[in-house]
């Protein structure tokens, strides 16, 4: 089995930074492509970073410029740094990965959330 976890959540003032983790642990071969969704007190999920094998990366347009996504192949984990935090960061973020598994199959993974809170 495969486990997807995120971490590095918590609360901050505006303007300033966290490091969110995504780490995939149990019979993970490789990890194609990893996005980063958030999703607001009744909003609908939103994507907001992505970060592919290749490692080419994309990202939406309010987040440009002070968020980058990265990954360590070698930890199985990718990362979300998140500067000039604004209190519209504020949600719960979610890693969602394309795992291969011992068994060269790709299957879609979600990990648990990790809050964001940023005070104004």
């Known amino acids: 089995q495969v486990q997807l976890v995120e971490s590095g959540g918590g609360l901050v003032q505006a303007g300033g930074s966290l490091r969110l983790s995504c780490v995939a642990s149990?019979?993970?071969?490789?990890?194609?492509?990893v996005l980063w969704y958030r999703q607001a007190p009744a909003k609908q999920r939103d994507l907001v970073a992505s970060?592919?094998?290749?490692?080419?990366?994309n990202y939406a347009d309010s987040v440009k410029g002070r968020f980058t996504i990265s990954r360590d192949n070698a930890k199985n984990t990718v990362y979300l740094q998140m500067n000039s935090l604004k209190p519209e960061d504020a949600a719960v973020y979610y890693c969602?990965?394309?795992?291969?598994?011992?068994?060269?199959?790709?299957?879609?993974?979600w990990g648990q959330g990790t809050q964001v809170t940023v005070s104004s």
């Open positions: 149990g019979t993970v071969f490789s990890i194609d492509r």
């Open positions: 969602n990965a394309v795992i291969k598994d011992y068994t060269a199959r790709f299957r879609d993974y």
């Open positions: 970060i592919f094998s290749d490692g080419d990366t």
